[in-house]
T-cell receptor
């Protein structure tokens, strides 16, 4: 199938690291993306990784890509209350079709 | 740089009525997408335009949904007649470098 799968919820304490995981199915995917959606807002591109990379770091965000296992993760260091949102993983297939996960809701505990 | 503009922000209609949404993509972005996002789900592609041509409309319910992108710039999405299950957020996006999608704030449609 063409599923991109994510856990529905993740709960972390403020100040801890959050790790949001995603699995995908198409080994020929070109790009993989992480989008953030806050309540009542559109989707905001957080970061992306090209399929020939295995890691990308951008300030508090670290993306890890394991192509063998078709596993993508997003690590948010020093999680803050403003990080509360739904995080979507998406893969760009070789035909430029974008396949989306259902989203992981990140809940921050004080 | 201006973002993707969408209007209206909210719309409430009764079933069997018609509704139209408008989108103006980021200047210079050739690819425009309309997505439907039902609460608790990821976005579902309805239609993808490349300039003013349709690239993919395989998931567009063509008996009630239509979309156009005249002159390859802004776009309208219409639903006629609306059903209760069309209640969702309708998101427009345009495609920048490295295939990165930029989304508008969406139109929240409630069909009563």
């Amino acid at each position: 199938g063409e599923d991109v799968e994510q856990s529905l919820f993740l709960s972390v304490r403020e100040g801890d690291s959050s790790v949001i995981n995603c699995t995908y199915t198409d080994s020929s995917s070109t790009y993989l993306y992480w989008y953030k959606q806050e309540p009542g807002a559109g989707l905001q591109l957080l970061t992306y990784i090209f399929s020939n990379m295995d890691m990308k770091q951008d300030q508090r965000l670290t993306v890890l890509l394991n192509k063998k296992d078709k596993h993508l993760s997003l690590r948010i260091a020093d999680t803050q209350t403003g990080d509360s949102a739904i995080y979507f993983c998406a893969e760009m297939k070789s035909n430029y079709q974008l396949i989306w996960g259902a989203g992981t809701k990140l809940i921050i505990k004080p | 740089e201006a973002g993707v503009a969408q209007s209206p922000r909210y719309k409430i209609i009764e079933k069997r009525q018609s509704v139209a949404f408008w989108c103006n993509p980021i200047s210079g972005h050739a690819t425009l997408y309309w997505y439907q996002q039902i609460l608790g789900q990821g976005p579902k592609l309805l239609i993808q335009f490349q300039n003013n041509g349709v690239v993919d409309d395989s998931q567009l319910p063509k008996d009630r949904f239509s979309a156009e992108r005249l002159k390859g710039v802004d776009s309208t999405l219409k639903i006629q007649p609306a059903k209760l299950e069309d209640s969702a957020v309708y998101l427009c996006a345009s495609n920048g470098p490295l295939e990165k999608l930029f989304f508008g704030s969406g139109t929240q449609l409630s069909v009563l």
